[in-house]
């Protein structure tokens, strides 16, 4: 069973939404991965300034327009919103959300509220990005349309909580749409986050490897050639928990092995210490699984069969025969 409307499911290859990531998901990367049929996402800051942001939108939204028009059915796009008091383009950006229609809006950093009624208004729907089951049950109650529990294991901003428990316990108060972010790198990850009672997964860390996303070059060839043994978790860079990757943080001149916790997130960090910021990079626990720089229609594809390798896995399993309904167990293998 899933939570998600038809018209999703109709349109969707894979139950996967590639994650909003900021200085690398680009208006490429959200179009490549809707024309593969999953969700594209990109936070708004990406866009130096309102006036860059309603170009990129104009130039995804005729983009997909044009592939449907070719008899195509490319995925949502979704858009990542900053909702915390000190983003100054918060109004701007949520004016562009309204005007473009954005059929998806993901919040971050923040109560999702001043969303959900203008997104609503359109027929969009608004998730809310929460990394503890108090911040989780906070946004359930205002009227978002999902939660995205960031747990343990994501790349950048990173939970501290495992998914499976995540869920759980979301699940005792929440039975709308749950994704999960956090090590997913896999397409046999993304059927164990169906199995654990979410409808959809985040996957970033493989999308940063792609010859569409922004990120420097260096970024991409780094997360090919790291491991789980390279990420430091800290939040002595933003003050916010993260999962930065230990070679970067030599090359911008920072000592992983002498940072000092900040004691409140500053959303304002990327001002004061841009170099920093910039060559600071992120990764998650599934880094290691990352071994090439490919495209993301490539990358689609080899999740595709991998997810479908996991459910002929599943249908083989005995267990299945012992607890599966009589009518699933002779289902043969996904082709």
């Not at 919040?107 to 729907?125: C, D, F, M, Q």
């Not at 359930?140 to 995540?166: I, Y």
């Not at 090359?251 to 304002?268: C, T, V």
């Not at 001002?271 to 920093?276: C, I, R, S, T």
Request: hydrophobic share 45%; net charge neutral.
């Amino acid at each position: 069973m899933t939570n998600l409307p038809n018209e999703w499911i109709n349109v969707l290859d894979l139950p996967l939404i590639a994650a909003p990531m900021f200085l690398v998901s680009s208006i490429e990367l959200v179009a490549a991965a809707c024309e593969n049929r999953i969700i594209g996402a990109i936070p708004t800051p990406n866009a130096r300034t309102p006036e860059i942001l309603h170009d990129w939108l104009d130039t995804l939204t005729k983009r997909l327009q044009l592939a449907r028009s070719q008899g195509k059915h490319p995925a949502p796009w979704a858009l990542g919103l900053t909702v915390h008091s000190t983003n100054a383009r918060l109004k701007d950006d949520l004016e562009l959300c309204v005007k473009y229609r954005a059929p998806l809006i993901i919040t971050a950093l923040g109560s999702p509220r001043a969303a959900v009624e203008p997104v609503h208004e359109y027929g969009g729907w608004v998730f809310a990005d929460v990394n503890t089951p108090e911040y989780a049950f906070k946004a359930a109650q205002t009227g978002v349309d999902g939660l995205v529990l960031v747990c343990s294991g994501s790349g950048g901003h990173t939970g501290q909580m495992a998914a499976a428990a995540f869920v759980t316990t979301v699940r005792e108060f929440w039975k709308g749409i749950v994704v999960i972010a956090g090590g997913m790198t896999t397409g046999g990850s993304l059927r164990s986050a169906q199995l654990m009672g979410a409808d959809l997964a985040y996957m970033g860390t493989r999308f940063i490897a792609s010859h569409e996303s922004a990120a420097d070059p260096r970024y991409k060839q780094m997360i090919v050639d790291c491991a789980f043994k390279d990420i430091v978790c800290t939040n002595a860079i933003t003050g916010a928990y993260a999962n930065d990757l230990r070679p970067s943080l030599l090359e911008a001149g920072i000592d992983p092995d002498r940072l000092e916790a900040k004691a409140s997130f500053d959303l304002h960090y990327a001002e004061k210490q841009p170099k920093a910021w910039k060559d600071v990079w992120s990764a998650g626990h599934g880094v290691g699984d990352v071994k090439a720089i490919e495209s993301v229609s490539g990358i689609i594809a080899r999740l595709k069969r991998e997810y479908r390798a996991a459910i002929a896995r599943e249908i083989d399993d005995p267990w299945l025969a012992k607890y599966a309904p009589p009518g699933l167990r002779s289902i043969g293998p996904a082709g």
